[in-house]
């Protein structure tokens, strides 16, 4: 496991290792897991660091559907060899097929942890099967399990490391602006960080919690908690949208993040997106930025969606406190993993730049807990 911050070269690494040992053992099934399929086309097969970028096409298999095939997300050798792309989005794609070699990337940012349980049943093959995996680490309970077992051989390093590769103005830049940060002891400097003093959740407690997709209750209420940018240029906020339910045994959980930065018509329309694939009841919109304009944007796109505008009338962190109750409470669950959205919670202590996503997911959780207009939480 390569624990390294960003550009140390970890994808480099990871995509070297897995076409080598393809190409140096013939028929042999080599698996690559990455956190989305975009990253399977963008990163690890098609990316300036993927595979395919070291691989000469002349070792590639010729004829017609052969060689690299993006809808199967395959890349077949002239050795019988292939190396097939998995997302962490389907645990279930990796139940049967089985592998003598095979590269994670990211793995703390994958939506589904038990995709790394589901990989082992079907890494058996050959005399010595092996997995490496290349992160940048964040304090998730797969991290740390694999951290403790005796079989990891762990590779540490800095995205400094590696500053003759990279442009001397952005390693300046990512200097000044994280040096000394939170964010950048994990992000540049790779170090698993505990839980931040006074922030209202913690990391471990977002894990005892945590379901997989197949093991939820039938869904009460489904509801799209908005917090909504009014800008879209390149220093706008992220619009917030969390998609949140009320289970039939009486728990909350949180269903999707689809929080955006884009223009006000694109990013409703993704809420809307939201709504329709996930069933819900309602949208949960934020107005004291925008004011009307949420409805708007709304009633002009589909007039039919149920609508509630919500206003903050106060701070963050007080309308946060009644939702991390619930959480206390061990009253809800997240199903599978929400990288950004669970930083922020975890790292929100009412200082900083505004968490968008969070604010999503209050609005969204306390609309579904909702007891004579109170959010309905109690401390035991």
């Not at 080599?30 to 086309?41: H, K, Q, S």
């Not at 909504?228 to 949140?244: M, R």
């Not at 206390?328 to 968008?356: A, W």
């Amino acid at each position: 496991m390569i624990l390294a911050g960003r550009g140390f070269g970890k994808t480099h690494t990871g995509a070297r290792d897995a076409a080598l040992f393809a190409l140096k053992n013939p028929n042999t099934q080599v698996a690559v897991v990455v956190p989305t399929f975009g990253d399977l086309r963008r990163v690890a097969f098609g990316g300036p660091s993927g595979i395919l970028e070291f691989l000469p096409k002349n070792v590639l298999m010729q004829g017609r559907g052969q060689g690299y095939n993006a809808s199967s997300q395959e890349i077949r050798l002239f050795n019988g060899s292939k190396i097939i792309g998995f997302t962490a989005t389907e645990p279930d794609r990796l139940r049967g097929p089985q592998f003598h070699h095979a590269w994670c990337d990211e793995i703390a940012a994958w939506r589904y942890p038990e995709t790394f349980d589901q990989l082992m049943f079907g890494l058996r093959l050959g005399e010595d099967p092996k997995c490496t995996i290349t992160t940048t680490p964040k304090p998730t309970k797969l991290i740390k399990s694999l951290l403790k077992r005796k079989r990891t051989c762990i590779t540490r390093g800095t995205t400094f490391e590696n500053s003759d590769n990279l442009a001397e103005a952005a390693i300046q830049q990512l200097e000044e602006r994280y040096g000394g940060t939170r964010l950048g002891r994990q992000e540049l400097y790779a170090e698993v960080l505990e839980d931040v003093e006074g922030a209202l959740w913690q990391y471990s407690q977002l894990d005892q919690q945590r379901r997989g997709k197949d093991d939820m209750p039938e869904m009460e209420r489904i509801v799209v908690g908005v917090d909504p940018a009014v800008t879209s240029g390149e220093s706008s906020d992220e619009t917030g949208i969390v998609v949140a339910g009320k289970g039939a045994d009486g728990r909350f959980y949180v269903l999707a993040d689809r929080s955006i930065k884009a223009s006000p018509d694109t990013w409703m329309r993704e809420a809307l997106d939201a709504f329709y694939l996930y069933d819900a009841d309602k949208i949960i919109a934020e107005v004291n930025n925008g004011g009307d304009l949420v409805e708007r944007l709304l009633r002009t796109i589909d007039a039919s969606v149920p609508y509630k505008k919500v206003t903050a009338t106060r701070g963050k962190m007080v309308r946060a406190e009644p939702i991390a109750a619930l959480y206390e409470q061990k009253r809800v669950s997240h199903v599978g993993n929400f990288d950004i959205l669970e930083t922020q919670m975890c790292e929100y202590n009412g200082e900083g730049s505004s968490p968008d996503r969070m604010d999503a997911l209050v609005w969204a959780l306390t609309e579904l807990s909702r007891s004579s207009g109170q959010a309905a939480w109690r401390i035991s």
